[in-house]
């Protein structure tokens, strides 16, 4: 089929990939603009686009797929469908409706739980088990378009949001490829979402990043593992030229007891007002990502120690 693809993140990249291998014609990629990142903060890319000006594909990066250029330029592909995976713009009807089969979205979660921007995030940090990726036909309202096909992946206990992201990413990749043909052959069924369980997914703010030890643990090791690697958790360790942010990057609750935000061995577990955080991994402000026994022979945080 001659499609369209928007997209953005790594997330995305998977899906772009498996389209284009399975014959599809990728008439244009649309994403997000180009972005400070990194610590210079120079204007990049995104992992889309810089995905698909490698391979030659044609890339549009609009700051509005509402403006009325943007619709008349999209409707002037001559789709026959446009695949939209983690693009991060609410996109009109009239674009919607623009390709002669409709417009489709990889979704990362089982909905109608975790609608929205940070699906993935959302379901680590709630303990869920089991989570998946969907592909949906898109509507006007939030993630709330009839479901096509299913992918279920279940949850570990030490995953994170990057982890489960790189997992779904993969399954989510096959499925879309598979539904494809569904769609083109007029054989794919299309079921309503139920109407209970609907959650919605807020986009994670690193202004909330900071770890309170007074919440409960598995609260706390949710959160952790959720916000990894981005935004990441952070909390203080006292330094000798003042307290350090240590960001907290994989960790595992304990059944454990002990004053909240104090280690309670040399290993960093970390009491709570209920349970423990043993923290697994972390990384000091300026350096790399360590396992805890790497940061601690450098570090050493011996039982008592007060984490801010």
């Given amino acids: 089929m001659r499609l369209a693809f928007l997209g953005t993140p790594d997330f995305a990249v998977a899906a772009l990939s498996a389209i284009a291998a399975a014959g599809h014609e990728v ?5 997000q603009p180009p972005a400070p990142r990194g610590r210079g903060h120079e204007l990049k890319p995104s992992p889309v686009q810089a995905f698909a000006e490698a391979r030659g594909i044609a890339v549009r990066t609009p700051v509005s797929m509402r403006d009325p250029a943007e619709i008349a330029a999209f409707a002037a592909l001559g789709l026959d469908a ?6 991060g713009q ?9 390709p002669r089969l409709g ?3 990889l979704h990362g979660s089982l909905l109608p739980r975790w ?3 940070a699906p ?3 379901a680590v940090m709630a303990g869920d088990r089991i989570t998946g990726v969907q592909v949906m036909r898109m509507t006007e309202g939030l993630d709330e378009g009839p479901i096509l096909a299913t992918a279920s992946v279940r949850i570990d206990a030490l995953e994170t949001a990057a982890t489960l992201a790189g997992r779904l990413a993969v399954a989510g990749a096959d499925l879309i490829v598979r539904t494809l043909v569904d769609i083109d052959a007029g054989r794919a069924v299309e079921t309503p979402q139920a109407a209970e369980g609907v959650t919605y997914a807020k986009k994670l703010s690193a202004k909330f990043a900071r770890l309170d030890w007074s919440k409960p643990g598995r609260v706390l090791d949710g959160k952790i593992r959720g916000y990894s690697p981005s935004p990441g958790a952070w909390f203080e360790l006292a330094g000798d030229k003042g307290p350090v942010r240590v960001k907290a990057l994989l960790s595992a609750y ?3 007891a002990g004053e909240p935000g104090v280690t309670l061995d040399d290993r960093l577990l970390v009491g709570t007002s209920e349970g423990a955080v043993r923290l697994l991994r972390v990384q000091r402000e300026g350096r790399g990502p360590q396992d805890a026994e790497v940061f601690l022979r450098g570090t050493p945080v011996p039982a008592g120690t007060r984490l801010g």
């Avoid at 008439?27 to 994403?31: G, L």
């Avoid at 446009?82 to 693009?87: G, I, L, M, R």
């Fill in 103 to 105: 417009s489709f979205n």
């Fill in 90 to 98: 609410i996109l009109p009807r009239a674009l919607l409706e623009a």
């Fill in 115 to 117: 609608r929205g921007a």
């Fill in 254 to 256: 304990e059944d454990a």
């Fill in 27 to 31: 008439a244009c990629v649309y994403s």
């Fill in 82 to 87: 446009a695949v939209v995976v983690a693009f």
């Fill in 120 to 122: 993935i995030q959302r």
